[in-house]
């Protein structure tokens, strides 16, 4: 491989440490969470804000055999969250605790694919490679 070429890998996600999927298609949102401070009619500054995330997958593959919705609707039913890592461009990695905040799903039996919008919220993302 050239010194150039770009590493692209898949979005895991993880429940009590332990891998349970891979999301083929994920939107990762960052908000700084900054806001224009307006005085006497002109930008005097910038608030400092709360980092946060906010992802969308739309298909998750089971890993080693996990029941991906089940499981997610157990953190979706419970309110705890559980880890996304998610896989950059350049082999960025960044692993968020996030929160399920919504699902919609259609289950493929025959491929053993579970589809659907499935969306997550969380705080900054820590950067691990």
Do not use: C
Request: glycine share 16%; proline share 2%.
């Amino acid at each position: 491989m050239a010194a150039n070429d770009e590493i692209i890998r898949n979005f895991s996600l993880y429940a009590n440490g332990k891998k349970f999927g891979q999301a083929t298609s994920l939107g990762f949102d960052q908000q700084s969470g900054r806001e224009l401070q307006i005085i006497d009619g002109k930008v005097g500054g910038i608030s400092q804000g709360v980092k946060t995330t906010q992802a969308q997958a739309d298909s998750i593959v089971p890993f080693g055999g996990a029941p991906v919705l089940r499981i997610l609707q157990d953190y979706y039913n419970s309110g705890k969250k559980l880890q996304i890592g998610v896989g950059s461009i350049g082999g960025q990695i960044h692993k968020i605790d996030m929160w399920v905040q919504e699902i919609n799903y259609k289950a493929e039996m025959k491929n053993g694919t579970t589809t659907g919008t499935f969306k997550f919220i969380g705080g900054e993302a820590t950067q691990v490679g």
